[in-house]
């Protein structure tokens, strides 16, 4: 497989992942989303305007794709009460971001795909200043984040769109968290740090 994560994306690119989000939300997992266009079949998002879009293409074909906001930059609507972020991070507004719609396609789902995206999110996060990166997920999912250095933030909330799941939260540079945790993500902000 010749994966490539892309960050700067043609229209194209950007048209593709939105296809993609629509197969995967709408039609295998069955996700009512507002902004879903039926008729062509795409999901975008108002918040993909203010935030890194980023990509995972096999080929020219788009197998995955994960969005990430700042709380400096972007409208983040529900998202800052529905995570209550406050609670961390009184500071969370100039040091915080929110990651949503990872999503792999299922051919994908047990390969490198996910963790790619992660770690160009994160890797990008860091070197923009980023201290708290803020995911909701299924309680399914707690385990894999988990281990990847994220914490449970909130246990249990209602997605307006998604219904159930768990905040969790990552401090991107916190070093003992990510060695007891035995991140991959680690050797990460070791090469950041001393770059």
Known sequence: MLLEIKHT???EETEAIYRLRYDVYIEEMGYKQKHACHKNKVLPDPMDISGDLF???????A????LTNYTR???LTFYPTLYN???????YK???SISTKLIVHKNYRKGPVVFKLVVATYVKGLRDGIKYNFIDCEPNLVQFYSRLGYIVHLPE??????????VMVLELENEAVLKKSKSPLLKYLLATKYS
């Open 157 to 166: 909330i209602h997605h307006p769109e998604f219904g159930p799941g768990v």
């Open 55 to 61: 990509g995972a293409f096999e080929k020219e074909t």
């Open 9 to 11: 994306l043609t229209q």
């Open 94 to 96: 100039q040091y915080a």
């Open 63 to 66: 197998i995955g794709t994960c």
């Open 73 to 75: 930059t972007s409208d």
């Open 85 to 91: 972020m406050d609670k961390l991070a009184q500071n």
